[in-house]
């Protein structure tokens, strides 16, 4: 008699199949893509199920991956029983649930006797997507339409055909056609190979045996995130952060608030409080406060927890509409994603008193830059994002920050190698290196800032920055100190200097320029005179502290030629300090 | 000729005798004494052929090593105090790895500590542009002041990494030079010797991790030469490369990095030659031992192989094939987590106290229990009958651990486990082949290691495959692909130019100027001139485009640069793995590459001798699970070493041999292919 394979088992085992899937769809979006943007990974695909439910997803992004939901939720309300096997939608529309504008997706249905049983999406940042600017990143936009073309879901193909006047009405409105065109068909690829794949993975079990092992999974999950909530202490926490907006215009602050409300096994996030949306495109979309919220969610819980439905039921996510959380139409939400940082941090601090060994202290801020310009090596233009000036990361119980994390939930965009950026930019790279005493002290410190600098010798250069960091740096936590703030310089040839805002187009960079661009530190965790002294000699050392700092916020005591710490005297001095 | 890979607790031989015939020996590794254990396995080998050591090493012509030296060096971050020297601005590089962060949502992830810390990085002051053009002048005072430095620490070797030194590499000569001058022993690595190819971060890790692991790597392989020397050897020594290519101690020493896959790089050139036999020419490798799984390809009879591998976690540059590693072994724990489902591994119970049924106070369910418990195992006869195994201890794990938990009976809790083990290979055995482009139902598996046969056919299923193969030297795979290497060097330069700036007589010169360099290397090594293959290939790239992509240019082209045909060829690659190319784009070369071979004449793999012996009778039965049927049904055991060439059997069947069980499930075929691998095909009604 054959055996049933056990539940257990057999959900494990549909989980990987299904996850392997998605590698694959991955593979097929990377090799068959066209522009930097998607080829480094800022997309983010995978399936949803019947109902449009998060199933699986590769997360090059984890931000972007779980904005895939979302879409389908929406359009399946939109649509109705308006769908229909060889459909594909296109979609961006932040008010339809959506992250950002730049962030196109394509769903597309897929159907086995007769009957919907999951979707393929594909979502990946485009080169363009039409507004006010090329690139969409537009630091004057104070409403959406400067910003972009708004697509609500529609549908590029009917039943099989493509709708040609609606693939020319999107791209019409496009800028870089050629090359979005080609990505668009590279994630149309992506998710009819998605398709073929899961109906060949149906064909064994039936479509009915598919939508069971669906929803053992999500209860498989949610069990698994029910249990290490339970294991939380309950009760109603609060945390806040702040964002300075340094604009050239005056600064601005907004400040975001958070309940945190841990009850037996779920637990609930409360934005209420959260100031409203600024007239800058600094404005987070709730879709993309939502994945924040899942994406710190999972900083604070195993990293086997699955990533589907299961752990989305557990979850209870609030933000009040108009707010800087939840924009309202027409807001401007280009640079909405880099609060994810401060939402995450709302929360880290929020629970700093109930689950002190897990959560981090805050990150550095993100201050990014671009350049722009004409490389008289050819002629020909250049533009260029610095992913070289990252901030430290936030200390945790036990691990120091990690040195140049990145955004939060911003995932995993490597640096420029030094020698290709020289190649690609009328540009030398003088220096880029930790920054000595950039880690907010603590007993685990945060993660170092670095120090950026840059010598132009391009024609009609500029620059922009975009970010914040420059005016508040990120506090420590539990005793532990704040990180360094961020810091733009650029040293003219004729002897000049100028600062930059952390928001600003600086115009004219002529040849022989340096612009020097400073990340923060994290921030620290616990009291630095509790930091093991072996470190704070190790860090001497390296030159990731000073000596002053060794003495002055370490406690220690150095050797005679201050080159390293003293570790016998140090302990007494600690111990006196104590009794004292 | 000898085939001797050194792994972590076994010490792999392969031998080639005159007559054909070869013969495979294992004994265990003393780590702190390597050259004393493998002299004591030659010892073996000799005693087997009734003579002594000394007339064994006077007939034998080669002895082909894999050592797992430099590897262990930086798994375990025991290699040598380093120092590196960098253009001033850049010494944290080394440290700062690109941002790069493997796991995304930990927030206690740690980076790798840096293999020199930061007070040994330091600047010199000198620069370089991306033009070769010197910007800067080396001001001496600095780096007599760094040299000072290292010196004072003690440093065993150093590292020197400047900023576009593959353009223009007189800075870091003068470097060199000088600290040859003033450290003198201290063993050192130049970056534009190592690697002269554009990529700063690549450099430097690589440099790094060459002089981290250099010094050990000198002195333990004239510590093996001088003791084979003493014992009589007066053949060839030679050192299997990450790439699978075979160099000289000499040659490998100042490229100690390539020595970071020594061992296991062979484990896809065996594999080729079993899946040739089998008439095969694509085929995946897998190698199950008790914590974890190795997988490799070969396609179009060459190991597939990687330009930008970690080793560890580690970056290097130097090209290697690619071996990604899986947490499933046969030590794999079984576990039901907080939500209920049942998973396998990665945690291993390792050797000690290893699965519950070794007896040795393991008390956990690892897959090798399952397999037990499945009827895949004779506890009598495990490792042909070396160990013994209980059954009670593992049924006791699998039942307080998986069965009472998920409330189901231990057999189905050990399918359960067995299907979800199977399953996470089968995913990360597809993952990789994706990765490469290739069809994973197109690979035929080669199967090694201990468990491996237990799994396969099970593995196959879910992959889609059709055929296995298990060599009958399955257990020391990488001993027998030593065998089967040969001499290789592999040279790089960074030339950027694009459209009409390519300089045909640049072009033509610096392919020349490697072919040159890769031959006279091995001619040194005692190739002859006219046995060296040239192969010429370029890394290539639309205007733009962020990756390159390797293109083989034929020995004309190399010679004589025609733009068009280059175009026309790269349109075509570019076509056939991305699906679309842009004939009108300007084409950027950014490196050229030249890889020389002499090829060794491969030994005959033995014909099985007794080829139309008759299928001998089973030697038992045992009640055992049967995959894809899912139900447990009678398999008759068979004893492999008394089948012959022609034999042949239909599952469900159990093959016992002497370093493993291969299980074949109802639905496959079993045949020994003329060089007596079982060769398992899925019947085609299923």
Same mark, same amino acid.
């Given at each position: 008699m054959a055996l049933k394979l056990d539940q257990s088992a057999r959900t494990v085992v549909f989980q990987r199949r299904v996850k392997s899937l998605t590698h694959e769809m991955a593979q097929a979006l990377y090799r068959s893509s066209r522009s930097p943007l998607i080829n480094n990974g800022d997309f983010a695909l995978g399936f949803l199920d019947s109902r449009g439910r998060m199933l699986e997803q590769d997360e090059h992004l984890p931000l972007m991956a779980f904005s895939l939901y979302p879409g389908c939720g929406y359009l399946m309300d939109f649509f109705g029983d308006d769908i229909h096997d060889g459909d594909v939608f296109i979609h961006n529309d932040v008010w339809c649930a959506n992250l950002q504008h730049a962030d196109v997706g394509f769903y597309k249905p897929v159907f086995a006797d007769g009957g919907l049983v999951a979707w393929t999406a594909c979502r990946g940042h485009w080169a363009d997507i039409g507004g006010a600017v090329k690139g969409t990143c537009n630091p004057e936009a104070v409403e959406v339409h400067q910003e972009a073309l708004r697509i609500p !879901?529609?549908?590029?193909?009917?039943k099989g055909r493509l709708r040609r006047d609606v693939w020319e009405l999107i791209f019409a409105n496009v800028r870089l056609r050629e090359i979005v065109e080609a990505d668009a068909r590279a994630q149309l690829g992506s998710c009819n190979l998605g398709e073929k794949r899961l109906l060949a993975l149906m064909e064994s079990d039936g479509a009915e045996a598919f939508a069971a092992n669906v929803e053992r999974l999500y209860d498989m999950t949610e069990r698994r995130v029910r249990a290490e909530i339970a294991a939380l202490p309950d009760g109603e926490y609060f945390g806040e952060s702040t964002i300075h907006q340094d604009e050239p215009g005056g600064p601005s602050t907004s400040r975001i608030a958070v309940k945190v409300t841990i009850r037996e096994d779920a637990v609930a996030f409360d934005y209420s409080g959260t100031d409203t949306q600024t007239p800058t495109f600094t404005n987070a979309s709730l879709t993309s406060t939502t994945a924040a919220t899942l994406t710190t969610l999972l900083y604070l819980l195993s990293p086997e927890v699955l990533h589907n439905h299961g752990l989305v039921r557990a979850v209870d996510i609030h933000a009040p509409e108009g707010s800087i959380l939840n924009a309202s139409y027409p807001a401007a939400t280009f640079m909405g994603n880099k609060l994810c940082q401060h939402t995450g941090e709302a929360i880290m601090l929020a629970l700093r008193e109930a689950l002190p060994e897990r959560i981090t202290a805050p990150w550095g801020r993100r201050l990014s830059y671009r350049m722009t310009g004409r490389d008289p090596r050819n002629g020909r233009g250049f533009h260029d994002i610095f992913f070289l000036t990252y901030e430290g990361g936030g200390a945790t119980h036990g691990v120091d920050g990690y040195n140049q994390p990145g955004l939060m939930g911003g995932g995993n965009v490597l640096a420029q190698d030094y020698e290709a950026f020289e190649v690609q930019n009328p540009v030398h790279l003088v220096e880029h290196e930790y920054v000595t005493d950039s880690a907010g002290p603590g007993r685990w410190r945060g993660g170092l800032g670095t120090r950026t600098r840059v010598r132009y010798y391009g024609e009609e250069t500029s620059g922009s920055t975009h970010g914040d960091g420059t005016m508040e740096s990120s506090p420590g936590v539990l005793g532990g100190g704040g990180g360094t703030l961020n810091r733009v310089e650029f040293q003219f040839p004729d002897g000049g200097r100028r600062g930059a805002h952390a928001m600003e187009i600086i115009p004219d960079i002529p040849p022989g320029t340096v612009s020097v661009h400073e990340g923060g530190g994290g921030g620290g965790y616990g !009291?630095? +005179? +509790?930091?093991?002294l072996e470190r704070v000699d190790e860090d001497l050392r390296n030159g990731f502290i000073s000596a002053r700092a060794a003495v002055e916020v370490y406690g220690a005591v150095l050797t005679p030629d201050g080159s390293c710490v003293d570790l016998e005297e140090s302990r007494k001095r600690r111990k006196t300090r104590e009794q004292d | 000729m000898v085939g001797v890979d050194v792994g972590g607790t076994f010490i792999d031989f392969a031998l080639c005798d005159a007559a054909g015939e070869t013969v495979v020996h294992k004994v265990p590794a003393e780590p702190v004494d390597l050259a004393g254990s493998i002299m004591r396995g030659i010892g073996d080998l000799a005693a087997q052929h009734g003579i002594d050591v000394a007339a064994f090493l006077a007939r034998t012509d080669l002895v082909v090593h894999g050592t797992t030296v430099a590897t262990n060096a930086v798994l375990t971050g025991t290699g040598c105090r380093t120092g590196l020297l960098t253009t001033k601005g850049t010494r944290d590089a080394l440290e700062m790895r690109r941002g790069i962060k493997e796991e995304l949502l930990d927030n206690k992830y740690e980076a790798p500590p840096p293999l020199v810390p930061r007070y040994l990085r330091l600047p010199v002051d000198e620069r370089v542009d991306w033009?070769?053009?010197?910007l800067s002048e080396m001001d001496t005072g600095s780096l007599e002041e760094a040299a000072g430095t290292l010196k004072a620490h003690g440093v065993e070797a150093v590292a020197v990494c400047f900023m576009h030194a593959y353009a223009n590499d007189a800075h870091e000569r003068a470097v060199a030079a000088r600290l040859r001058e003033t450290l003198p022993g201290v063993y050192l690595t130049v970056s534009s010797e190592l690697l002269p190819r554009l990529g700063y971060y690549s450099r430097v890790s690589t440099a790094v991790l060459n002089s981290y692991v250099g010094p050990l790597l000198q002195s333990y392989l004239l510590a093996l030469a001088g003791r084979l020397a003493d014992a009589g050897f007066a053949g060839q020594l030679l050192v299997m490369n990450s790439a699978a290519g075979l160099m000289t101690p000499d040659a490998i020493v100042p490229r100690a990095a390539a020595a970071l896959l020594s061992g296991p790089a062979a484990a896809p050139v065996a594999a080729r030659v079993y899946a040739g036999a089998a008439g095969a020419s694509h085929c995946a490798v897998i190698d199950m031992g008790g914590t974890s799984l190795d997988i490799s390809l070969a396609s179009g009879g060459e190991p597939r192989e990687v330009t930008e591998g970690r080793v560890g976690r580690y970056a290097t540059a130097l090209p290697m094939i690619d071996i990604r590693t899986l947490g499933?072994?046969?030590g794999s724990i079984a576990r039901v987590d907080a939500g209920g489902g049942l998973q396998v591994g990665p945690r291993s119970a390792g050797a000690a106290p290893g699965p519950a049924c070794y007896g040795k106070g393991g008390t956990l369910p690892t897959c090798t229990d399952v397999d037990l418990l499945l009827g895949y195992l004779d506890p009598d006869y495990f490792l042909g009958g070396r160990m013994r195994l209980s059954r009670e201890p593992a049924e006791r794990a699998v039942r307080e651990y998986l069965a009472e938990p998920l409330a189901i009976s231990m057999e189905a809790a050990a399918v359960g486990a067995f299907e979800v083990v199977n399953a996470g290979m089968a995913a990360g055995i597809r993952d990789m082949i994706v990765d490469h482009g290739l069809d994973p139902k197109a690979m035929p598996m080669v199967v090694g290691g201990g468990a491996g046969p237990v799994h396969a056919a099970a593995v196959a299923m879910e992959l889609d495959v059709r055929e296995v193969i298990v060599p009958r030297q399955s257990g020391v795979l990488c001993a027998v692909g030593m065998l089967f290497a040969d001499l290789k060097h592999d040279l790089v330069r960074s030339y950027f130019a694009s459209g009409e700036q390519l300089d045909p007589e640049r072009w033509r010169a610096l392919f020349a100027a490697m072919a040159e360099e890769g031959r006279r290397t091995l001619v040194s090594e005692g190739a002859r001139p006219e046995e060296v293959e040239v192969r010429y290939s370029a890394d290539l790239r639309y205007l733009r485009q962020i990756h390159e992509l390797n293109l083989p240019v034929d020995a004309g082209l190399a010679g004589c640069l025609r733009i068009d045909e280059l175009h026309a060829r790269f349109d075509a690659l570019h076509d056939r793995l991305f699906g679309y190319a842009l004939t009108d784009e300007v084409l950027e070369v950014v490196n050229l590459r030249v890889r020389c071979i002499a090829r060794r004449s491969p030994p005959d793999l033995p014909r099985v001798r007794t080829a139309g012996t008759a299928m001998p009778a089973p030697a038992g039965a045992r009640r055992a699970y049967c995959p894809g049927k899912m139900d447990f049904r009678e398999f008759p055991v068979y004893r492999g070493d008394l089948m012959g060439g022609g034999c042949r059997l239909e599952g469900p069947a159990i093959v016992e041999l002497a370093q493993t069980t291969l299980v074949v499930p109802s639905m496959f075929d079993v045949r020994l292919d003329e060089v007596g691998s079982f060769v398992l095909t899925r019947q085609k009604r299923h």
């Open positions: !879901p529609v549908k590029l193909w009917e !009291p630095p +005179e +509790e930091r093991d | 033009n070769g053009d010197i499933s072994g046969g």
